[in-house]
């Protein structure tokens, strides 16, 4: 039998590979009352199926547990400071609920994209005995989902609200999107340009879709050319914006409004601007995402919209906190709202002058 295929070993199996119920297996297991045989049998049957307990509930019950688990998983070149700016809140917050609920938290970013994260992520589950996982996925990919609730790991899923995990804590991303693009109608922008986030990447995705929608909903045109792609950091907003403004069709407008994935994207898009003699808002308006710290120290500050990261962190340790007092039973869904921090980078639009400047 194959490592992949032994730690996808249930109860359930032992259970039936012995013709016992599964109470009386976990008891036979556990050291409950079961007769020898019975108990011989179980034991057989577990060891030929080389099944391992789930330690978790198991050791709930007993008042064991201790620790629970937060993994974030990344790309193998994707972890920047950005990334760490972001999410520090989010572990502060997640380290709060886990302090509350008088359990200690590891926490690991795991880069990897590969097939075989869900197991690896169970194998290390089981191993360090952990009460409840807590995973961030950053990637469209859902497979270690599917793997990780196939082996009956207690799951609290971070920023996935489609998620069918036990337990789901996400920004209501759809939201966040709307309050940008209702500010920009707001000040009677009609063009809009996006400098969204990578390819394949789950937050990036799903803004994406919501921009294009909320766009169609005011009427408001985008031009796919006005739509470009970019990593979350300043160097990477600061390139591609720089190539669109120098290779940008003259005949068209450069749009008076632009969403930015996130503020270091925000902030590498105003550096292009400055080098080519473009000023924010007087030639186009811009807004971030995320309202990190650096949001307030551009010039000039930025208006972002606000992810609440701490409250997600402590949202999904006491969700996580929740299963292991359930013997990972029951769970909760929360959509938690982002909110708009307004600076000074939006104003109304004055076209003519930004046309003028970006052609000459």
Request: with cysteine.
């Amino acid at each position: 039998m194959s490592r992949r295929q032994t730690t996808q070993v249930r109860l359930a199996d032992v259970a039936s590979l012995a013709n016992v119920s599964i109470s009386t297996a976990s008891q036979a297991l556990n050291g409950g009352s079961v007769a020898d045989s019975t108990r011989a049998r179980v034991l057989e049957a577990a060891s030929a199926l080389k099944y391992v307990p789930r330690v978790s509930a198991q050791q709930l019950r007993t008042g064991e547990v201790r620790e629970i688990a937060l993994r974030v998983l990344t790309s193998p070149t994707s972890f920047e400071y950005s990334e760490a700016s972001f999410f520090y809140p989010l572990t502060r917050g997640a380290l709060d609920g886990a302090h509350q609920s008088r359990l200690h938290l590891s926490i690991q970013f795991v880069r990897t994209e590969s097939a075989d994260a869900g197991a690896l992520l169970a194998s290390e589950f089981r191993a360090r005995s952990f009460g409840a996982l807590i995973l961030l996925n950053q990637w469209e990919s859902s497979g270690h989902i599917a793997e990780l609730q196939s082996q009956d790991i207690p799951l609290v899923v971070i920023n996935d609200p489609t998620s069918p995990a036990q337990s789901v804590v996400a920004i209501d991303e759809t939201h966040g999107i709307s309050l940008a693009v209702d500010t920009f109608a707001k000040h009677g922008h009609q063009r809009i340009g996006y400098v969204t986030g990578p390819s394949g990447h789950l937050d990036a995705s799903t803004r994406l879709a919501a921009f294009y929608r909320r766009c169609a909903e005011h009427g408001l045109k985008v031009h796919p050319e006005d739509v470009v792609r970019s990593e979350y950091s300043i160097a990477s907003g600061a390139r591609v914006f720089g190539e669109y403004l120098d290779h940008r069709s003259t005949k068209r407008r450069l749009p008076t409004a632009w969403l930015a994935a996130d503020d270091y994207v925000a902030a590498g898009m105003l550096h292009a601007a400055a080098e080519r003699g473009l000023r924010v808002p007087q030639d186009f308006s811009l807004i971030g995402y995320d309202d990190i710290e650096i949001a307030q120290a551009t010039t000039p500050p930025l208006t972002s919209v606000r992810l609440p990261m701490y409250t997600v962190g402590l949202e999904a340790a006491l969700a996580a906190a929740a299963l292991v007092r359930k013997g990972g039973q029951g769970g909760r869904r929360q959509i938690i709202q982002p909110t708009l921090s307004e600076r000074d980078s939006v104003a109304r639009p004055k076209a003519s002058k930004a046309t003028a400047k970006a052609s000459s």
